[in-house]
């Protein structure tokens, strides 16, 4: 199906987060829409697939003018979206989900969506049990689960929104070959994304918005440089880590272990060293979020114990660790990061010590408009944190950390970021470890994980392997390290 945005324009109150913006789709091919944090890719995307409606333009199928002004009717038009985060139902099972939406003659025969499903999974080679609760699926399980749905309500146009985001690398490359099969039967695919190496694998053209406008289009291949400077209107250049020297200890930990219902983590001896980043790889939920909230004092261990700047910190409460300056930074910045609802500046408010039973909100105001302006976070003091886009909102976590910041504890840190705020992000992080924090961060991109790690843990099914300098590892053989048995590859950190 041939898919045309005309001049699409909306609004929200002072924003314009799309300007007279169109796009033109042709059946059978895959199309990028790149843009930085904020330039209004989910609100185009979300005003084809009836999430939003449009103050003003027109969507066209076929050359057919159509309004479309809920998902139903998107999916009517044949018309069908990924979320990065999957709308889907996790205490249903697999079958249920695949369920939904799905309308018959008054009733839906559960036999027949089990067979379609199960052919549908086999096609594209993806392992999905029909009688699983969605909750026990990887992120990249339910998304492929939420493909095959919209594919079984006959969608003919499929748009993704970063939809490699926490996914494995295999399920990355089934993924990319079931969109690759269906662009070549003749499907139109819209592919948003912050990451040039996959629009470079994937896609056949890209569409580039800034500040809600169309800023220009190119045929892929196309040099990173190119889009680089379409969407940032500036070339950007990569951080240098300076290499670290071991010499003060800031966190040891002796024969740890934590115990969770899912999964129970085992570490042996481990020391990182001041100003030191380690870099923990691995599956999902293999154990490496485990450390991260053990370290930050919202874990305990069954056993072990655990030394921060020479402090004992076993088993002390909260309260001890913030006042260490240690800082956790989570993967969800709305669920557990920010707190939805409340301003900037409430947050700023929330963040410092109180000296009187009052909050003092002129000082705070004063602390927020310098956090705006340090953090170059694209907000107002009183713009609710869930209107921010996700850099921004990443530039407001980072904003709040403790000063002086001794350990930093972080869940894939730029996750959902566009280029120029991942660069930005590890510039902070960088000096900041030049001042002497220590970070552990996890993340399921390998190149981050490459790029500016000193060290990295492998972790896998719940046990770690010894710290490997960078310098003695590629990202295939972190790959193949994270795909392995540790015993097979490499010495654990287990307990001896
Ligand atoms: N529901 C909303 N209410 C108010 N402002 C919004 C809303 N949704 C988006 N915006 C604003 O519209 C602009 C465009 O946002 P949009 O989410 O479309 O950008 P994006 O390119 O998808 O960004 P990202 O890459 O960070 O997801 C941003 O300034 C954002 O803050």
């Known amino acids: 199906m041939r898919v045309e945005l005309q001049n699409i324009s909306k609004r929200f109150g002072s924003v314009q987060a799309n300007d007279q913006v169109s796009l033109l789709v042709e059946a059978g091919t895959i199309h990028g829409l790149l843009g930085e944090n ?16 449009r103050d003003s333009g027109a969507v066209l199928l076929d050359e057919k003018s159509v309004e479309i002004k809920t998902p139903a009717n998107a999916i009517a038009a044949g018309i069908g979206m990924l979320h990065q985060d999957p709308l889907d139902f996790p205490p249903l099972s697999v079958l249920d989900n695949f369920m939904v939406g799905k309308t018959g003659t008054g009733f839906i025969d ?18 999905l049990n029909g009688y699983e609760t969605v909750n026990n699926l990887t992120v990249g399980e339910r998304q492929q689960l939420e493909l095959l749905r919209l594919l079984s309500l006959g ?16 399920q990355k490359t089934a993924l990319f070959e079931a969109v690759k099969q269906l ?9 948003v994304s912050h990451k040039l190496e996959d629009v470079e694998e994937l896609c056949d053209r890209v569409t580039v918005l800034r500040h809600g406008k169309v800023i ?23 951080p240098l880590k300076p290499q670290t020297r071991q010499s003060e200890a800031a966190l040891q930990l002796e024969k740890i272990r934590v115990d969770t219902d899912r999964l129970s983590l085992h570490l042996g001896d481990l020391t990182v060293y001041k100003g030191e980043v380690i870099g923990l790889a691995g599956l999902e939920g293999s154990g490496q979020e485990l450390l991260l909230l053990l370290c930050a004092g919202l874990l305990h261990s069954a056993s072990g114990q655990m030394v921060i700047n020479g ?5 002390k409460p909260y309260q001890e660790y913030l006042d260490r300056g240690i800082g956790y930074l989570p993967a969800d910045r709305l669920k557990e990061g920010l707190v939805s609802g409340l301003s900037i500046h409430e947050h700023v408010a929330l963040r410092t010590p109180a000296r009187s039973f009052f909050v003092d909100w002129k000082e705070t105001l004063k602390q927020t408009v310098q956090a705006i302006a340090i953090f170059n976070i694209r907000g107002k003091p009183n ?19 403790p000063v002086p910041l001794n350990l930093l504890l972080m869940e894939h840190p730029t996750r959902g970021l566009d280029i120029e705020s991942v660069l930005w992000v590890w510039q902070q992080l960088i000096a900041r470890c030049q001042t002497g924090t220590t970070i552990l961060f996890m993340s399921s991109d390998l190149d981050e994980i490459m790029r500016y790690s000193d060290r990295v843990i492998v972790f896998s099914g719940g046990q770690a392997s010894r710290p490997i300098a960078v310098a003695d590892l590629t990202v295939d053989r972190l790959g193949e390290l994270i795909g392995g048995r540790l015993s097979d590859t490499m010495e654990p950190l287990a307990i001896s």
């Not at 499903?117 to 993806?126: D, E, G, M, T």
């Not at 291949?221 to 990569?238: N, T, Y």
């Not at 944190?385 to 950390?401: C, F, Y």
């Open 183 to 191: 662009a070549a039967q003749g499907k139109s695919i819209i592919f």
């Open 155 to 170: 969608v003919s146009t499929l748009i993704l929104d970063e939809p490699t985001t926490g996914i494995s690398a295999s």
């Open 38 to 53: 904020g330039a209004g890719k989910s609100t185009l995307v979300k005003v084809l697939s009836g999430f939003i409606s």
């Open 311 to 315: 402090m004992e910190m076993t088993h």
């Open 216 to 238: 220009g289009r190119a045929e892929i291949p196309c040099p990173d440089a190119v889009l680089i400077e379409m969407m940032f209107g500036r070339e950007l250049a990569l």
């Open 110 to 127: 559960r036999g027949r969506s089990l067979r379609q499903l199960q052919q549908l999974a086999a096609h594209f080679n993806f392992n």
């Open 383 to 401: 713009t609710p944190v869930e209107r921010l886009s996700g850099g921004n909102q990443q530039r407001t976590q980072l904003a709040l950390l």
